[in-house]
Structure formats: structure tokens, C-alpha cells
């Protein structure tokens, strides 16, 4: 596999910044802001994983879950937060 030299990279991300379609986006209207906050908004139901008590102590959480009897949801991750490198 080849790579691309890092200058061709930057380069060509630049381009992609600087061409046509970056510079058609104007400001938002006053009047289209309410909707689009509206859409991109989470629902409470998206919301909903806030409620749940998380514990960050591995050891705590199992101990409580086994007290009362119930699972552990494991969420664990490597890496950065939106899987860049």
C-alpha cells in the first residue's frame, strides 16, 4: 500500500476547506435557527443513557451489582473519542 507524502495530504484537506462548497454556507437565518436546533437536537429519549447511575469504579460496580443481585454493562474503549488516531 502506498501512502501519500504528508505535504499532498494538507494540501489537498486545504483544498477541501477553501473550495466551493465551504464558501456557499452562509449565516443561519434567525428564522431557520429554532429548526434547526429543533432537528439536531437530542430527544429525551436519545438523552435517556444520562439517567442511568454509571459508576466508574470497576471494583464498586461489581461489588453493588452482586449485593443486589444484578449484571454489569461493561462499556469500555481504546483510543480516542471519535476513533481518530
Known amino acids: 500500500m502506498t501512502r501519500l507524502p504528508l505535504s ?3 494540501c489537498g484537506l ?12 452562509g449565516p443561519i437565518a434567525d428564522g431557520d435557527f429554532a ?3 429543533a ?3 437530542p430527544s429525551p429519549r436519545e438523552e435517556a443513557w ?3 447511575p454509571w459508576r466508574n469504579d470497576l ?19 481504546d483510543g480516542h473519542p471519535l476513533g481518530c488516531t
Open 59 to 77: 471494583w464498586q460496580a461489581r461489588k453493588e451489582a452482586a449485593a443486589r443481585g444484578k449484571p454489569i454493562l461493561l462499556w469500555e474503549m
Open 35 to 37: 429548526r434547526l436546533r
Open 14 to 25: 486545504a483544498a477541501l476547506a477553501c473550495g466551493p462548497a465551504a464558501r456557499a454556507a
Open 39 to 41: 432537528l439536531i437536537k
Open 50 to 52: 444520562a439517567q442511568v
Open 8 to 10: 499532498l495530504l494538507a
